[in-house]
């Protein structure tokens, strides 16, 4: 299989980190994708020219991480990362919305200012994406999800919107959210694969 992603996106780091969890990444190929580049056959394999894709032997593609990451989990037996359990899942597909949204809103931040030229800017704009990821923080911040029990996709979505803070943001949240910083702590000791794919840049 070929995961085509870059080197920092937070949601190929999520395919990653559940490839990894689940003892297959061995079995991925990881090949870089240039999303701005026209002439990249990306845009070819996922018409939203977005990443991570995963490209299957028999040349069929799965998109966006949210279904490779369940594709992946399906394939082995014995672990999974998307509970079946109905509370238990609808808990953790919530959770990975919440993680996911967070990088959106951030992405569209870092966007704003590496797009645009300045004087173009939209603070309005930028001020409402920074206010869904302070909402999302204060919220996890009363209600981190436990890690004394099974991980799900959700709690590896949640350390990777963190991740995404500090590599984009310089880690600023951290002064302000010391509980989550703990909790990311304790998450990385658990899953040494948060730190294996972790983007230098």
């Known amino acids: 299989m070929i995961l085509r992603t870059s080197a920092p996106s937070p949601f190929g780091r999520k395919v990653k980190i559940v490839a990894k969890m689940l003892g297959i990444y061995d079995q991925l190929t990881v090949e870089l994708a240039d999303t701005n580049n026209p002439a990249d056959t990306l845009r070819e394999q996922n018409p939203l020219g977005k990443i991570p894709i995963l490209i299957l032997e028999d040349d069929r593609k799965i998109f966006d991480s949210r279904v490779i990451c369940e594709y992946l989990d399906a394939q082995v037996d014995g672990v999974s990362l998307h509970p079946t359990a109905s509370d238990a899942r609808w808990e953790a597909l919530t959770l990975q919305a919440l993680g996911d949204g967070i990088v959106d809103a951030s992405i569209l931040q870092v966007y704003e200012k590496r797009m645009r030229p ?52 310089e880690g600023t949240w951290r002064a302000t959210y010391p509980t989550l910083v703990s909790w990311l702590d304790a998450f990385r000791a658990r899953v040494p694969a948060f730190d294996a794919t972790k983007f230098e840049g």
């Open 118 to 169: 300045e004087e173009k800017q939209h603070a309005d704009w930028q001020n409402y994406q920074a206010d869904k990821v302070k909402r999302s923080l204060d919220q996890l911040k009363e209600n981190a999800p436990s890690l004394e029990e099974d991980l799900t996709i959700g709690h590896v979505a949640i350390a990777c919107a963190l991740g995404y803070l500090d590599l984009r943001f």
